[in-house]
Structure formats: structure tokens, C-alpha cells
């Protein structure tokens, strides 16, 4: 079974500065995706980035860009140039098709970004 | 425009009673989902449709009982509520079938039994 595992539950940084959040996951499959999803305190679940396991390249969404290593099974998400808006919990999630199409995900980092 | 949409955004009711939640997605897509966000915020699949037909079905209680009329709404209903039930359900869509598309979210239903 898939399992997906963050191992910070909270976080702080300050304003204009860079976190990594952590994402370890566990699956025997060799294609697959990995999201980071954000949600603020509206409760909202945003898409923040998505990988494809089949491609080497890291993803990156303006400031947000991840660290995939496969054979590691890690997946850490990078937020440079932190801002107040970013204050949320993040959440690695872990997709495999085919009939098992569904979204495992981690526990949570609650980020804080402090003035 | 709204892509997936929720109602309630809130929900307030007493143990033992039966409500609905109901789920609307305008982005064309083939599968929707329900998801169970506890609170210590870990989220969880309960259901997934594709086209109308059940996919996933995850040991949820029998008292849950969703129901799909078309590829554009999935409502969750549920039965003899539990204080456990209390809990942030999420409704989600995606293209589906063997797609990894990915899974657009609505703004979530906040369900408490008292």
C-alpha cells in the first residue's frame, strides 16, 4: 500500500526568506504523480505544484519548485521568497491511476510566515 | 464561476438525525470524489465516481450513502448521525478513469453533530 509521510508537523519562517517543507512516500509503482496542495485558513485545498514520476525535470510554479528524488522517494516543496500569503497548512499527496484513482495524502505541515 | 461547488458550507445538526451534502462541478470532467478531512486535518478518501458509477468505496459506514444523477453532481447523504461524523467533507473532480488529471477541490462542508 501507498503511504506518504511528512515529518514536520509545523514550520516557521520569516517574510522574504526560504523553506523546505518534507515528503517521503512508499510505493512499489513505477508511474505516478505527486501534488503539494495548500490549504489557508478558508479551508480551501489549493494546487500548489505537481509531478510526474516519469520525468526527471523538477516541477517549479513561479516561486514554488520541488526536490524529486525518485530512487529516495522524496518529494520536498521549496518556497523562496516567503510571504504572508503563504501561511497555510501544505500537503504532499500521492497519486496512481488505473482503478485505484484516488489522492493518499500526508498529515500536514502547518507553515506560519511571520512578518 | 465556481469550478466545484458545495452546499452547505456549514452544516449544524443533532446525533440521530439524516442530512445531505451536495456536490457540483462545472468543468466537464468524468469522476468526483468525497473525502473526509478529520479533526487533526487528515484527509481521507471515502468515495470516488466515475461517470455516475461507484469506483471507490473506502470501509466507509453504511450510514453514508452517496448518490451520483449525473457526471456533474455526487451528494453525500448520511444517516443516524454520530459525533464522530463531525468532520470537514471535501468534494473533489477530476477527468477519471485511468487519469491522473489532476483533482480540483471545493470549498469543503464543515459538519458538526452535537
Known amino acids: 500500500a501507498q503511504t506518504v509521510t511528512q515529518s514536520q508537523p509545523e514550520m516557521s519562517v520569516q517574510e522574504a526568506e526560504t523553506v523546505t517543507l518534507s515528503c517521503t512516500y512508499d510505493?512499489?509503482?513505477?508511474?505516478?504523480?505527486l501534488f503539494w496542495y495548500k490549504q489557508p485558513p478558508s479551508r480551501q485545498m489549493i494546487l500548489v505544484i505537481r509531478?510526474?514520476?516519469?520525468?526527471?525535470q523538477n516541477a517549479t510554479e513561479n516561486r514554488f519548485s520541488v526536490n524529486f528524488q525518485k530512487a529516495a522517494k522524496s518529494f520536498s516543496l521549496k518556497i523562496s521568497d516567503s510571504q504572508l500569503g503563504d501561511t497555510a497548512m501544505y500537503f504532499c499527496?500521492?497519486?496512481?491511476?488505473?482503478?485505484?484513482?484516488?489522492?493518499?495524502f500526508g498529515t500536514g505541515t502547518l507553515l506560519a510566515v511571520q512578518p | 464561476d465556481t469550478a466545484v461547488s458545495q452546499t452547505p458550507k456549514y452544516l449544524v445538526t443533532q446525533m440521530g438525525n439524516d442530512k445531505s451534502i451536495k456536490c457540483e462541478q462545472n468543468?466537464?470532467?468524468?469522476?468526483m470524489y468525497w473525502y473526509k478531512q478529520d479533526s487533526k486535518k487528515f484527509l481521507k478518501i471515502m468515495f470516488s465516481?466515475?461517470?455516475?458509477?461507484?469506483?471507490i468505496n473506502e470501509t466507509v459506514p453504511n450510514r453514508f450513502s452517496p448518490k451520483s444523477p449525473d457526471k456533474a453532481h455526487l451528494n453525500l447523504h448520511i444517516n443516524s448521525l454520530e459525533l464522530g461524523d463531525s468532520a470537514v467533507y471535501f468534494c473533489?473532480?477530476?477527468?477519471?478513469?485511468?487519469?491522473?488529471?489532476?483533482?480540483?477541490f471545493g470549498p469543503g462542508t464543515r459538519l458538526t453533530v452535537l
Open positions: 509531478q510526474e514520476a516519469y520525468k526527471q
Open positions: 468543468l466537464g470532467h468524468d469522476t
Open positions: 465516481y466515475n461517470n455516475k458509477e461507484l469506483i
Open positions: 499527496a500521492f497519486h496512481y491511476g488505473g482503478a485505484t484513482n484516488k489522492l493518499i
Open positions: 473533489a473532480s477530476n477527468l477519471g478513469g485511468s487519469s491522473t488529471d489532476t483533482q480540483y
Open positions: 510505493t512499489s509503482e513505477s508511474n505516478y504523480y
